[in-house]
């Protein structure tokens, strides 16, 4: 393969991986906002849970929608939109997620911040409908699990680095000693993600991804002419429960954490942690859920 055709496969490649990286960068960012959510709102740890529900919840809603509008169009609504406007209509769903953490942010609306959330999570459902089986696609299915498998190194990156950033961006730099949690603080760093959303939607939608691979039509007619439905098959099932459970501890656990830091830890130790604090912990915890996750992909 000469390198002008290595560039080509590349190119889009990488604008792939980034939608990888934003699931990963705004899933774990989230753990950061329980805990400003629940100071800023005064609100219970039950209510401050409210922030991963809305968020996870969107995607069981995106894909019965999903799933609703195939069933009324007849056929496959990616496969009529094509991938990679699928791929781009995901992000221009995330980026008005993320747009409405400014009116939500200056009339101090807890539940605006919620839908914006869940707006964010339905482009996410649909992103993740496209963008895993068009990473197989793009290498020879022999080795297209190799590929996938890097993508889910590059979201696990944005799973680690999230919470890092995203509490800098609303505390800023511990020499700053800054304690107050504005509200305020969280339009900014969420509008500079949609602006990234809109950025990438509109590179993708002048890259050279395929509407239509041939590997996926080729895997497609190879299903069909086998089983009638993917239900059919059951380690797709038991794989889909073990997901499930996995993706629950995981949530739960660093969801709660930033609680458990400061009302357990702080009474049983003079650590004395803030919410600025715990970022590197969720990150930590993080991180590692998502090693774990990678290993079984191997």
Not at 153 to 159: L, P, V
Not at 252 to 267: G, K, Q, R, V
Request: hydrophobic share 50%.
């Amino acid at each position: 393969m000469n390198s002008e055709n290595l560039q080509t496969k590349w190119r889009p490649f990488i604008l792939l991986v980034t939608v990888f990286f934003f699931w990963g960068f705004v899933a774990a960012s989230n753990d950061i906002l329980i805990p400003v959510f629940k100071k800023a709102f005064d609100l219970t740890q039950a209510q401050s849970q409210f922030v991963s529900i809305a968020f996870y919840i969107s995607y069981t809603v995106g894909s019965l929608i999903y799933m609703g509008i195939s069933l009324l169009m007849k056929q496959d609504l990616v496969n009529k939109i094509g991938y990679k406007n699928g791929l781009a209509l995901g992000l221009v769903i995330s980026a008005l997620g993320t747009l409405l953490f400014y009116p939500a942010a200056n009339t101090g609306s807890y539940p605006l911040m919620l839908t914006g959330l869940f707006t964010v999570g339905l482009g996410f459902s649909l992103q993740h409908t496209v963008a895993n089986p068009l990473a197989i696609a793009l290498e020879p299915i022999k080795t297209g699990s190799q590929i996938l498998t890097l993508a889910g190194g590059i979201n696990n990156f944005g799973t680690t680095i999230g919470p890092l950033i995203v509490s800098l961006a609303i505390f800023g730099s511990s020499a700053a000693a800054n304690t107050e949690m504005s509200i305020e603080s969280v339009k900014i760093p969420y509008l500079i993600l949609g602006v990234a959303f809109l950025l990438v939607a509109v590179m993708l939608k002048f890259s050279t991804l395929p509407e239509h691979p041939e590997a996926i039509k080729e895997s497609i007619e190879d299903a069909t002419s086998s089983k009638s439905s993917a239900l059919h098959y059951p380690q797709l099932l038991m794989g889909m429960i073990a997901i499930f459970l996995y993706v629950g501890v995981e949530v739960s656990t660093a969801s709660n954490l930033p609680a458990y830091m400061e009302n357990i830890i702080n009474l049983k130790t003079n650590l004395n942690f803030t919410v600025q604090d715990i970022a590197p912990y969720i990150s930590f915890i993080l991180g590692e859920f998502n090693d774990w996750s990678l290993d079984w992909s191997c």
